[in-house]
């Protein structure tokens, strides 16, 4: 029983520095410039996906028309507007 309790305070207090070392690196020019940086984000991407964790979509581009000069409305798509009803849905 005490090998046990003396492995799991050496994991403890292992895991505990390693954390604050970690926790100063990350503000570092090094830790910009490394190649650890993806080593590490590619390891959290496997282990969240073990237990169905995904990274959301990056934000969509947000697009605004401006209108020249004199006008009042932007341009049109130029394309033809859809039909209410689907294709499949005709009879």
């Avoid at 090998?3 to 690196?25: G, K």
Wanted: proline share 10%.
């Amino acid at each position: 029983m005490l090998p046990v309790l003396l492995i799991i305070a050496a994991i403890s207090v292992v895991a505990l520095l390693a954390f604050r070392w970690f926790e100063r690196y990350r503000y570092t020019d090094a830790w910009r410039q490394s190649e650890f940086r993806g080593v590490a984000f590619g390891f959290l991407m496997w282990f969240g996906g073990i237990f169905g964790h995904r990274v959301p979509p990056p934000p969509q581009a947000k697009v605004e028309f401006t209108a020249r000069s004199g006008e009042s409305e932007p341009p049109g798509s130029g394309g033809a507007p859809l039909p209410d009803q689907a294709a499949h849905d005709k009879e």
